[in-house]
C-alpha cells in the first residue's frame, strides 16, 4: 500500500468522509486479498475492531479474527467482542481464553517490567499458536496507525504493532486504518456501525488490568480491580462523564488496613480511583469529581467489591506521577 500523508489529504471529520474512505478501503483490500486469508489479533480496542469490521465489509470469512483473554481485560469486553464480531457481524472469530496460562506465568512476579514482558510475550505466543494451525494465511491485519508511523519515524518507540511474530511466521501486512489519526478511525468505526462504547472508548494499556494490580497479581486482587473498574465505568456512564473524561480506572494495591463491617473487624484493601484529561499524556491534570459522586462510588465500592474496605482518590497530576501506577 502506497502511504499518503495525512497533510496532503482532508481529515475525516464527517460520516460522509468517513463513507468515502471505506469504500475506497473496500476496494484497494479487495484488490490486496483476492480471494486469500487474512488473520488480525483482534483485542476489542478501537483500531483493531475498525480494521475488523472494514475487512468483514471486504471480504467476509476470509479473515480469521483471534481474540486471546490474557485474563486481564475488563470486565464483560470479551463478551462484547464474541458479541459483536462472532454474532452480530458473523465473523470468522477465533476465541482463546488464556486466562490460567497468563496468570500462572505471572505468579509471584513483582517487578513491572518483567510483567509487561511477560504478559507481551505470551500474547505472541498463544497468537502465533493459534496461527499454526490455520492454513493458507497470507495476509496479517494491522491496526497501525499514523501516529504509530510517525513515532518509530521519529525513533520514540518501535512500530508497536509490526510483528513480534516467531522469524518463520512472515505475511503480508494489511493495514486499512494507517493514514488516519485515532479521532478519523473513530468515525470511521462508527460509520461502519460499531457501538459507541467499542469506538469512543477510553485509551487501555496493552497489558491491561496487570498494571492496576501492583505487584505480584492475584485472582482475587485482580477480580476487585475488575469488579471496582466496572462501577467506576458505569457510575461514569450514568453521570455524562463517559466519553467526556480521558481516562478513568481503578488500582488496588497490594497492602491491607483495618475496617469495621457489620460490627467485625476486617483487613482489607484500599481501591484507589484516577480520572485524569491531558491532550499528549505527557501531562495530565486530575478531574475533580462532585462530593455526591464520590459518596456514592464509596458506598457502591465498599458494598459491592469482595476485599475493599477504604476507597482513595488520586489528586495528582502528571508530572510527577505517571498515569498507570506501573
Ligand atoms: P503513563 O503511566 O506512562 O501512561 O503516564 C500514559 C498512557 O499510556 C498508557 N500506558 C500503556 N499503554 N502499554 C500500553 O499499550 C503499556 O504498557 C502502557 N503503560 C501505560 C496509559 O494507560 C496512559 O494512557
Sequence with gaps: MTDVRPDSMVRITTPELARAYIDEQIEALRAQIGDKKVLLALSGGVDSSVVAAMLIKAVGKQLVCVHVNHGLLRKGEPEQVIEVFGKELNANLIY???????????????????KRKIIGGEFIEVFAEEARKLDG??????????????????????????????????????????????????????????????????????????????????????????????????????????????????????????????????FDWPCIIRAINTTDVMEVT????????IDHLVNRIITEVPGINRVLFDYTPKPPATVEYE
Design 137 to 266: 494465511i497470507e495476509f496479517l491485519a494491522q491496526g497501525t496507525i499514523w501516529p504509530d508511523i510517525l513515532e518509530s519515524e521519529a525513533g520514540i518507540k518501535a512500530h508497536h504493532n509490526a510483528g513480534g511474530l516467531p522469524e518463520d511466521m512472515k505475511f503480508e501486512l494489511v493495514e486499512p486504518v494507517r493514514i488516519l489519526f485515532k479521532d478519523e478511525v473513530r468515525v470511521v468505526g462508527k460509520e461502519l456501525g460499531l457501538p459507541d462504547n467499542m469506538v469512543f472508548r477510553q485509551p487501555f494499556p496493552g497489558p491491561g488490568l496487570g498494571v492496576r494490580c501492583p505487584g505480584a497479581i492475584t485472582r482475587d486482587r485482580l477480580e476487585a480491580v475488575r469488579e471496582s473498574d466496572a462501577i467506576l465505568r458505569e457510575e461514569f456512564a450514568k453521570n455524562g462523564l463517559e466519553g467526556k473524561v480521558w481516562q478513568y480506572f481503578t488500582v488496588v494495591p497490594d497492602f491491607k488496613s483495618t475496617g469495621v463491617k457489620n460490627g467485625k473487624r476486617t
Design 286 to 293: 486530575v478531574e475533580h469529581l462532585s462530593d455526591e459522586l
Design 96 to 114: 482463546v481464553d488464556a486466562t490460567d496460562r497468563f496468570l500462572d506465568k505471572l505468579a509471584g512476579v513483582t517487578d513491572p517490567e518483567q
